[in-house]
């Protein structure tokens, strides 16, 4: 594919706004600037053309967006030799994104996580959603954010950051959730090597909403290495106990003494192969932990020792859902004619509780007309050999 350049020099901000229709009056780019490619990806089955976005610093980081799901299709990273490698999991082509798949690399909304029985009540009012995970919602439903094409709002290029901002208009009552909702996610990728996801929206009626992001990570960026090698971090005293259909008790539970403490640096493997109910209902790790402190803050870490590479995370969210791809089954086709098997890849979802809305003792996930919805998480990139 032909990746097309479009932007253009702001004299007065610094910054090189994108713009096509403008391409043509552009000279070299300099070569303190941070790039962005665009191109064509594909077109969808409802014949909606799909853009791809390469977002590039001089830090040998190079994020790959397209607009269908907002998927972080590509994220190469450097290890300790200098060896750039892809380290989220995803697909080679279109169509497999639009078929039945674990959410890879995808915005997740209007609700992240599971909402039980599909159903919750608001002022009185309950509303009914798909029960597209056994007996509960999960992650917006039949057709969340992931599965459709997000609107190109804004790219921008500076000697500091690459930013691409997307925009998504979800209609009252789309999925069952109430009112319009306007959302923006903007990917910035800035010259430290950290990559800002920004979440903002607004409604006219009162609704529920808890985005995330759901990029499956694997550090050594071989997808045939499972993540159990990964020493994993996580500040949180507390973590969020689960039934057998993965719905929280209600409970907010000590990690003290069990396979979920990991406030010091741990092998996964370590943990995830202890003797815990928990481990049993999740088939490994599948739980959010309630995450320590306020505010945009560090939260987790992970890091894959052989090749030195390390991922921090920040957030200002509550609660983070660490998934350890317990339901892979090999079925999906990795690149280089491989295939994703059952913990080839771990996430990190930075997010409010599951089922908050039914459970009043838990954060508020409620968004009224007149407020703003404004998230930030950020994973950042560097080594530690």
């Not at 991922?311 to 998934?323: A, I, W």
Request: aromatic share 10%; charged share 20%.
């Amino acid at each position: 594919m032909i990746a097309l350049s479009i932007v253009i020099y702001n004299i007065l901000t610094g910054c090189i706004v994108c713009n096509e229709n403008m391409r043509n009056k552009i000279g070299k780019k300099k070569d303190s600037i941070m790039q962005i490619e665009k191109s064509a990806y594909g077109t969808t089955t409802n014949n909606e053309k799909v853009i791809q976005f390469k977002l590039q610093n001089k830090g040998g980081i190079q994020v790959t967006i397209i607009t269908y799901g907002g998927i972080l299709t590509e994220i190469m990273t450097p290890d300790s030799d200098g060896r750039m490698d892809n380290v989220v999991l995803g697909f080679n082509i279109l169509e497999q994104y639009e078929k039945k798949n674990p959410f890879f690399g995808a915005l997740v909304g209007r609700y992240g996580n599971r909402i039980s029985k599909g159903k919750f009540s608001l002022n009185g009012t309950y509303y009914l959603l798909a029960k597209n995970n056994g007996e509960n919602n999960l992650h917006g439903g039949l057709k969340g954010f992931d599965k459709v094409v997000w609107k190109v709002e804004n790219v921008k290029e500076s000697t500091s950051f690459a930013s691409l901002k997307l925009s998504y208009y979800s209609a009252d009552m789309e999925e069952g959730f109430p009112g319009n909702l306007k959302t923006t996610v903007t990917y910035t990728l800035h010259s430290n090597n950290s990559l800002d996801v920004l979440y903002e929206a607004t409604t006219d009626k009162t609704t529920v909403i808890n985005l995330t992001q759901h990029s499956y990570f694997n550090l050594s960026g071989n997808f045939s290495q499972l993540i159990e090698n990964h020493e994993v971090e996580i500040d949180a005293d507390k973590f969020v106990p689960v039934d057998a259909s993965l719905i929280p008790t209600g409970e907010l539970a000590s990690v003290e003494n069990t396979p979920f403490d990991f406030r010091k640096s741990k092998i996964v493997e370590t943990a995830i192969n202890r003797e815990h109910e928990q481990l049993k209902i999740g088939g490994g790790f599948d739980h959010c932990w309630v995450l320590n402190g306020k505010g945009y803050r560090s939260v987790a870490k992970a890091h894959h020792k052989e090749s030195g590479r390390v991922m921090e995370v920040f957030t200002d969210q509550p609660g983070m859902q660490f998934y350890t791809g317990n339901f892979l089954d090999g079925t999906l086709p990795a690149p280089n004619n491989g295939v994703y098997v059952k913990r080839s890849g771990l996430c990190f979802e930075t997010q409010h509780f599951p089922d908050s809305p039914n459970q009043p003792q838990f954060p508020d996930t409620t968004l009224e007309p007149g407020q703003k919805y404004e998230t930030k998480t950020t994973f950042k990139f560097y080594i530690n050999s």
